[in-house]
């Protein structure tokens, strides 16, 4: 079992920057491919960014390539999402989830990730 809690979300104004931290606890996610999703009001999970286990390859939705850069710090079982030029838009709770099945990449599919956190709110005014 993994525990998951996410960090790092707050206000901010539009062109700013965050770094969301997910920390995981109960077992090592070095092995895991682990995603961002993020879900604003009214509006279904989406995918924001994933990274695989080993050699750490990441993806990223069209929304946010060029802005938002995921990794993961394996010694310290953490997951990270730099987040930069933010926009209203970005307006949403984000999720860090983990995949414990041996994909050779990280999915963008919500169904194919085991353990999620809490969620930590980021807002963006314009």
């Known amino acids: 079992q993994v525990q998951l809690v996410e960090s790092g979300g707050g206000l901010v104004q539009a062109g700013g920057s965050l770094r969301l931290s997910c920390a995981a606890s109960?077992?090592?996610?070095?092995?895991?491919?682990m995603g961002w999703f993020r879900q604003a009001p009214g509006k279904e999970r989406e995918f924001v960014a994933g990274?695989?286990?080993?050699?750490?390859?990441?993806q990223y939705a069209d929304f946010v390539k060029g802005r938002f850069t995921i990794s993961r710090d394996n010694a310290k079982n953490i997951v990270y999402l730099q987040m930069n030029t933010l926009t209203p838009e970005d307006t949403a709770v984000y999720y860090c989830?983990?995949?414990?099945?041996?994909?050779?990449?990280?999915?963008?599919?919500?169904?194919?990730?085991?353990?999620w956190g809490q969620g930590t709110q980021v807002a963006v005014s314009s």
């Open positions: 989830a983990a995949d414990p099945e041996s994909r050779f990449s990280s999915s963008r599919f919500v169904a194919e990730y085991e353990y």
């Open positions: 990274i695989s286990r080993f050699p750490s390859n990441s």
């Open positions: 109960g077992r090592t996610i070095s092995t895991y491919n």
